[in-house]
């Protein structure tokens, strides 16, 4: 026994012996190779071989140790590509041979051995190249049309390789994870606005209740509508190919009209559809639209319903649409290539602020309902840089059309040179639209966007995407109870993991025993936040379009009414007077979705406690009203007016229009320019709660107006005219419109802002004024539309093709009528939200964290 035991301690000591010695000669293997591979991806780091990964990437595809198509697959490649510094060495083609008496390449097809041949592993233009290198080095890219370039080259090499497609089903890698997300605190105590007054009027002229007449006519025109396009039928034969969009919009419409079958029927429907994925021929994702539209709709049937289907279909969608969001700055990507084998991008270079929050309401209440942070931290992150960005621009908190998603602030050649982009650590090198290696400074903010600084100009105009801004900013500032998204305290805004708790600093403050605990509170319950507020960011914005593009038209009514005109600046600096001098030139246009900005105004006036914003709004409104009148409830999407001079007596006078155009007065001479400057400083907002930042060193921004901007921005000689004194392109066109686009009938601007007005101030004339344009727009659909027998169809008059209905007009226009003539008490601006294409969303003081 005691041999046995003997022997087997010495068969033990052996066995030890040799694993150690495994481990040992294990571990040495593997760090040689690891150090071999870590060596080789630094080198594709500094454009020279791919990645060595065998990870599998999002296209379900592992990245192979052969170099793909473009590099060379010799396997010395380790001894034949090192100089003496150990420094890595293009990889040349076959055909190539080192001299090691010269150092050069030699390409013996090549006669001229001086020149060295191209270096295929830096061919950008090569899709094999810009794929590997693309997990690298982001896309920079101005827009969807070069972006579909983009994609037509990969295309092509996964033709040529004869790759499948990705599946549907598939995990997604990040590029730019989210190390820390940022959490909504677990509950928002409602704080009372300055005057602790509602948003909603408390009382109502005419009760507030319901005018069953008018509902009747309404939910007989919605029924009228659905059948004559069979919504739900036409959604369900393309169940399979398409989503439902008009059906999902049309939900909640559905359910405040009480139309349990038909609701119950398209929830049915839905349920059966995966949202995490679109259609597969949705080659790019238009993730604005589909966030207003499908997510808006989704989730505010939810809010009315409490049926859990629409919510998991909500977070569906949502979860696609957050890949939208994985670029470097963590700005989506607003027509997103989702299949794409070129998945590291930048946002792009020519993107548009209002699109960009698109789903700002929708994510801050999925953030409440499901306790999960990934939502809210998209948003928070949008309106920090927004709000950093408030001066970027020509106007100070005013946003252009147009703008830079990116933030890059390139290196020149000569920066590059001096080696400034290595000692810059915000800096990421970038592949742009050349196909060109970049230097990308990361500024943190939004920039000019690369069209406009190509033409030396921003554009601003009051469309629903700009609008959509500032609405939106009182609208979250209402959805979380009066507290400010920008100036949330660090209990609010503390980095957490997903899925852990966000401890609330601030009341934990107010019970510790311990003073000098509470005093190290007390020092980090703010976190450094952009100065700028949401009331100041709201106000400042708001009076900049009151100051300078509000303006009269001439038109042929005796009332004067108040129009939005676009506009465009040009700056230069002046560094004598350390003055940015900025060209204002009016459009004097009229865009017919600036008549929903009164709702704005309206709404503002009652978040931020600004009284006199609901006169203003209230002026809109009427001008919009009266508009609507000048066309029998047709509005040109998009016409141009003269301005009135004197502002007293705007009425057209047709004969000195005529004499002005024969005498070239529209023929705008570049001498204007130097004529009557007016000077207006950027602090032209006087308004009281507006306190500016006094800073010696802050370049003064000065706005000038030029005696030719009270001019048309159209050039018209005497020729515009015809012998008849009418237009002499389309004499049927009235002669006070100088342009005139398309029209349309249906569309949701004027009763949006009309549904405003009286849910806030509780007069019934706005029922009244409403009546007469609902009257007016069904005559005119009769008109449009009559059939055979005295039938007649409901369509849009801007449709040139089949009478189809578009989606606004069920989620919309027809929604707005029914609540403006449905209970007052019913659906109130204080219990819900009413997002951008008019989805509810509730409001709440807690985070439900609700689990399905």
């Not at 601003?460 to 609208?475: E, N, P």
């Not at 939005?564 to 600046?569: E, F, N, R, V, Y």
């Amino acid at each position: 026994m005691i041999i046995l035991k003997r022997n087997l301690r010495g068969i033990i000591r052996k066995i030890q012996s040799v694993l150690l010695l495994v481990v040992t000669i294990s571990l040495l293997f593997y760090y040689t190779f690891q150090n071999e591979i870590n060596m080789l991806n630094s080198y594709a780091e500094n454009e020279y071989v791919p990645s060595i990964n065998t990870v599998i990437s999002s296209d379900n595809t592992a990245d192979s140790l052969v170099n793909p198509p473009g590099f060379n697959n010799n396997k010395n490649h380790n001894n034949q590509n090192e100089n003496i510094n150990g420094l890595p060495r293009p990889f040349g083609d076959k055909n190539k041979i080192h001299d090691s008496s010269s150092d050069n390449p030699i390409n013996n097809n090549n006669p001229n051995n001086n020149i060295p041949p191209k270096d295929p592993s830096k061919d950008l233009s090569d899709p094999a190249v810009l794929k590997v290198k693309n997990k690298y080095f982001p896309l920079l890219l101005p827009n969807i049309s070069v972006a579909f370039d983009f994609e037509t080259k990969a295309q092509k090499l996964n033709n040529e390789a004869h790759l499948a497609p990705p599946p549907q089903a598939q995990a997604v890698r990040e590029n730019h994870p989210v190390l820390y997300e940022v959490s909504l605190p677990s509950s928002f105590n409602i704080l009372e606005n300055e005057n602790e007054n509602l948003i909603q009027a408390t009382y109502f002229e005419d009760g507030g209740k319901q005018q069953i007449d008018m509902l009747a006519d309404i939910k007989a025109i919605f029924l009228k509508s659905w059948n004559q396009e069979n919504i739900y039928a036409r959604a369900k034969s393309r169940l399979e190919v398409d989503w439902p969009i008009t059906l999902i919009e049309s939900l909640d419409t559905l359910f405040i009209l009480d139309n349990q079958e038909e609701f119950v029927k398209a929830v049915d429907l839905i349920g059966e559809i995966n949202f995490s994925i679109p259609p597969e021929h949705y080659k790019v994702a238009d993730i604005a639209d589909m966030s207003r539209r499908v997510l808006g709709g989704l989730l505010s049937s939810y809010e009315l319903s409490q049926n859990t289907i629409l919510l998991e279909k909500a977070k569906q969608l949502a979860s696609f649409l957050l890949r939208a969001f994985d670029t470097p700055n963590r700005m989506p990507i607003l027509h997103f290539f989702w299949q794409s084998t070129l998945k590291n991008r930048f946002p792009y270079q020519n993107s548009n602020l209002g699109q960009l929050n698109s789903m700002s309401l929708e994510f801050t209440r999925l953030a409440q309902l499901t306790g999960q942070s990934k939502y809210f931290d998209a948003i928070y992150r949008i309106y920090k840089i927004m709000a950093d960005s408030s001066k970027e621009f020509d106007i100070d908190y005013l946003f252009p059309i147009n703008i830079d998603a990116t933030g890059c602030q390139l290196f020149s050649s000569e920066e590059i040179s001096l080696g400034d982009h290595v000692r810059d650590s915000q800096v990421m090198k970038s592949i742009n639209e050349d196909l060109k290696f970049v230097q990308c400074h990361q500024t943190g903010k939004f920039k000019i966007g690369k069209d406009d600084k190509l033409d030396g100009k921003e554009t601003f105009s009051m469309d629903r995407d700009t609008i959509s801004i500032y609405d939106t900013l009182a609208k979250l500032r209402h959805l979380l109870n009066n507290h400010d998204l920008l100036q949330l305290s660090e209990s609010s805004l503390k980095a957490s993991q997903p899925g852990e708790e966000t401890i609330n600093v601030k009341e934990d403050s107010k019970t510790s025993d311990n003073n000098e605990d509470e005093k190290e509170l007390e020092k980090t319950k703010k976190i450094k936040q952009p100065w700028v507020t949401s009331k100041q960011l709201f106000v400042s914005a708001l009076e900049s379009v009151r100051e300078l593009m509000f303006y009269t038209p001439m038109t042929p009514l005796y009332d004067n009414l108040t129009f939005i005109s676009s506009l465009d600046t040009r700056s230069w600096f002046i560094p004598t007077t350390n003055e940015m001098s900025i060209d204002v030139s009016p459009h004097y246009d009229m865009n017919i979705e600036s008549c929903s900005l009164a709702s704005t105004f309206a709404f503002g006036s009652k978040v931020f406690n600004i009284s006199e914003y609901i006169k203003i709004a209230e002026n809109l409104t009427i001008s919009c009203i009266k508009y609507n009148s000048l066309f029998s409830g047709i509005l040109p999407k998009h016409s141009y007016y003269d301005p009135c001079l004197d502002g007293s007596s705007c009425m057209f006078d047709s004969v000195s229009k005529i004499n002005n155009i024969k005498q070239g007065y529209y023929l705008r001479n570049e001498m204007d320019s130097s004529d009557s400057v007016i000077k207006v400083s950027q602090n032209l907002n006087k308004h009281p709660i507006l306190e500016k930042e006094n800073d010696n060193n802050m370049i003064t921004k000065v706005l000038n107006f030029k005696s030719h901007s009270k001019k048309s921005i159209l050039q018209m000689p005497p020729g515009f005219i015809n012998e008849n004194g009418e237009w002499s392109d389309n004499p049927e066109q009235p002669l006070w419109i100088n342009q005139l686009d398309s029209s349309l009938l249906l569309s949701p601007y004027t009763i949006q802002s009309i549904f405003y007005m009286y849910r806030i101030t509780g007069e019934k004339k706005w029922r009244s004024l409403g009546k007469s344009l609902f009257n007016m727009i069904i005559a005119r659909l009769q008109k449009e539309g009559e059939g055979a027998k005295q039938t007649w169809v409901i369509k849009e008059v801007d449709n040139n093709g089949p009478a189809i209905i578009p989606s606004y007009w069920f989620s919309q226009t027809l929604k707005y009528y029914l609540l403006l003539f449905g209970n007052g008490l019913d659906y109130t601006l204080d219990k819900y939200v009413f997002t951008t294409n008019g989805h509810l969303i509730k409001r709440t003081n807690t985070i439900q964290g609700t689990t399905i």
